[in-house]
């Protein structure tokens, strides 16, 4: 068994045969710094020469006649990583003055008195032969822990196998981060984090995420991370090791970097197996909206073969979900909903893909309100996932339930209706049904009768003439200040316009139809005519 203690500290220089007798004076906390290499100080400007982990050592010549001056220095020793400061004494300088002792102290720098007949050289060769045999034992714990965990990445059972070894190994928790900033935990962290994989620390340390050493708060503790990353082909993954339960080494960083390349190579396997998987399911689920599989057995079949559990019992609803406009992008739905798979399993009844450039949602529920609870879940998640400001953002336009799997089109059929009637009606509720549409809905109905298109042409037609021949914005302003509830301030803010002019164009496009804006009628005629032709428009 290999031992896994490789590094050679201040501690261990007091077991030396040339230091027998060396007395630790002050900085007894920092006795288990790391010594890499030692340095012999007898000239005053060694502060340039220095580097991290050196044991410094000095006859106190340069400081024979002003000893207090070391104390200067240790600030400066301590900000470039020297381990530990060795001084003889009884030649040179007879005692240490107490001022670098106090100095020492405070930066936790070991002060070792060094006996009178110390050979500088034999303490050279002594430490820098054994720094080498724990570097030679470094690398071939490293070799050993490399060729353990790589064996168990590509013969195992992949990422979830892989970090539990991983946790035997290093004795603390490891998180994975691919990418999109999904997380795979350990066995060890998954005791410590269950299920707050979502909380602020985890959100922030995935937003601010950089090489190195980072910390963050667990369980009212702060504790270190160490974070290891590696750029695969299309992948770019992260590893966290978390200082739990015992404090991290250089063995340790050096696994999580050597390990790396590995890791990076089988999350860009899993990520091509999922982005089949994932177009398979999306063929699936928007054949199945859409009502292009029309027999119960072939959705059942073709959900088995996608890994898809569909339940036998209960009620299915279609949802169409309403986002801002900047979220509605197809490549960065696409993005969010594949995340949003991940998390929203079929063991909660919740299926999310893509049609007609929006997200669809469809659910699968007992009661009313347990359909509530789930849209509760999806709002939380895609408020995360798209980084929305606020959860009024999102709109959920809900089809009726239907009480089969075949008949899952007239649901989705109806939260598309209810998606498209809302957008061009400016209802955005948190969710919205097809009895909130009111006389809308009725509007949606009409046919494309000659009726309705004389109706359009008498009130609509002027309007649009009007404004390309003269090039004004009357309808833009008219179907602002109807949105607005016929709010003249807030059409004016809407437009970046003055009040004045809000009210001069509202004024002419009722002197254009012969209208009377003090007349209901008028003004319902008008009403009706801008959300026919809004309707037509986005038709």
Known sequence: MINDTLAFTCRDLLLIPNLQGAVVLAGHKGMDRAVNRVNVMEVPDVIDWVRPGEFLVTSGFPFRDDPDRIAEMIPQLAERGVAALGIKTRRYIEEIPPSVLEMAAQYDMPIIELPLPTSFSDVVREVMERVLVQEARQLSLLQFRYQKLSKKLLHGGGIEEFLGELDETLLNPVVLMDGSNQLYFSPMAKALFPGSEDSQEWARLCHDIELGVSFMTVRDRRIRVYISNED?????????????????????????????????LEMANLHARREVESKYVDQFLQDWLT???????????????CGCHIARDGAYSAIYVRLPDKHANPKLLSKAIKQFRRFSTERDGIWGTQLDGHMVLLVSHETADQ???QLEKCLYRLTHLLGLESKADVSFCIGDPVDAADEVRRSCEQARKIHFISSICGIRDAHIRYNQLGVYQLLYLLPESEQVLEFLDRI????????????????????????????????????????????????????????????????????????????????
């Open 232 to 264: 695969g082909k299309d992948n770019e993954c992260s590893m966290l090791l978390l200082e739990w339960n015992r404090e991290l080494d250089d063995a340790d960083k050096l696994t999580l970097d050597r390990i790396g390349v590995l890791v990076s």
């Open 291 to 305: 009502g292009r599989i029309v027999v119960r057995q072939d959705i059942q079949a073709r959900a088995d073969a």
């Open 371 to 373: 359909l509530n609870q």
């Open 460 to 539: 609509v037609k002027p309007i649009v003439e009007y404004d390309g021949k003269h090039n004004t914005l009357l309808l833009k302003t008219l179907q602002c200040y109807l949105q607005h509830n016929e709010n003249g301030k807030l059409t004016a803010e809407a437009l970046f316009s003055h009040y004045n002019t809000v009210a001069y164009r509202i004024e002419r496009v009722y002197e254009l139809l012969r209208l009377d804006p003090a007349n209901v009628n008028d003004r319902l005629q008008l009403h009706l005519a801008i959300k026919l032709y809004e309707m037509r428009q986005g038709r």
